[in-house]
């Protein structure tokens, strides 16, 4: 593969690459608010714990247990872990640890071949995170999804047990 091709297939990857991101990004998004929204609506119908007997406290709290869990997953997926792309001029994480100067001088008298396997480079770091960032969502997805039985139920159980009170008050 000569030179231009190097450069431009590297970009074509990395380019690919980025296009992921905004896609796990938006669905991690929705799980986001469909775990706020759960935890929430849930809190608003909880009934004082001294009204309820504590058996009855078991699946509101294994929801908040599951949504919280699945919230941590949400966090290390938005934030994953920058490490890597040793001496890269194409990473950003690398390039802030240079000063301007250092950095515009080593990218200027890099070769082109330098630059094209420092693309790929970051094509393939990128693709690191990105497994990390859908391994996590999948994570939060799964636990979101777990958490909905203890919600049902829990909002059964309330809706049930309080709903009598409410009809007499009107």
């Given at each position: 593969m000569n030179v231009q091709s190097l450069q431009s297939t590297a970009k074509d990857?990395?380019?690919?690459?980025?296009?992921?991101?905004?896609?796990?990004?938006?669905?991690?998004?929705?799980?986001?608010?469909v775990d706020t929204g759960m935890a929430g609506y849930l809190a608003s119908r909880l009934p004082s714990p001294q009204t309820v007997p504590l058996w009855e406290l078991i699946a509101p709290s294994t929801t908040f247990v599951l949504v919280a869990i699945s919230f941590v997953y949400l966090y290390k997926g938005a934030f994953p872990n920058l490490a890597g792309g040793h001496d890269s001029l194409v990473y950003f994480h690398q390039i802030a640890k240079r000063t301007e100067a250092k950095f515009i001088e080593e990218f200027s008298t890099q070769s082109e071949?330098?630059?094209?396997?420092?693309?790929?480079?970051?094509?393939?770091?990128?693709?690191?995170?990105?497994?990390?960032?859908?391994?996590?969502?999948?994570?939060?997805?799964?636990f979101m999804a777990l958490a909905i039985i203890p919600w049902t139920i829990a909002l059964a159980q309330f809706g049930m047990k309080f709903m009598p009170e409410v009809q007499k008050a009107h």
């Open positions: 990857q990395l380019t690919l690459v980025l296009s992921f991101f905004p896609r796990v990004d938006a669905k991690a998004s929705v799980v986001l608010a071949t330098d630059y094209g396997k420092d693309l790929l480079g970051q094509a393939w770091r990128n693709s690191e995170i990105l497994v990390l960032k859908f391994r996590f969502l999948k994570s939060a997805f799964i």
